[in-house]
């Protein structure tokens, strides 16, 4: 993961924009789009898989199988935005719905999700870690 020193510190309006570009190039299964907003060395954990995934080119594989069994994204929605500033790095969470299409029809989950975002040595946001748990249905 790339890191700089004395960069300017990520804004609130940096990460939210960056956030965004991720829901909505997921919203839109737009492969290239997505995986441009990710270090190549982020890390990813998602309730679904039995293990981490270690690098950008581990979940890029996992997305190619998917689509290989006819998966795609109908709808991602984000909602509860919290934005944590901690200088070049911030976490960002929500809670975002997601309505996939899969074979045999479509499947709505509700998770909660995290992004670890840094600022890069030429001073673009990237995703550094991503987290997804299943949220509570209350």
Known sequence: MSSTTA???LTEAEV?????RIVD????????A?????????????????SRLDSRADYEKLWASWLAEGWRVVSCVSNEPLVQLLGE???FTHTVTTTAGVPGGD????????IVFQRQTDGSVLAVH???STAPTT
């Open 130 to 132: 991503e987290h997804l």
């Open 16 to 20: 939210t924009a960056a956030a965004a």
């Open 107 to 114: 499947a709505t989950t509700l998770e909660r999700e995290t």
């Open 7 to 9: 960069a300017a510190p």
């Open 89 to 91: 790095t911030a976490i």
């Open 34 to 50: 997505y995986f441009a907003e990710f270090d190549p060395a982020a890390t990813f954990v998602f309730h679904p898989e039995a």
């Open 25 to 32: 190039a997921f919203a839109r299964t737009d492969t290239n």
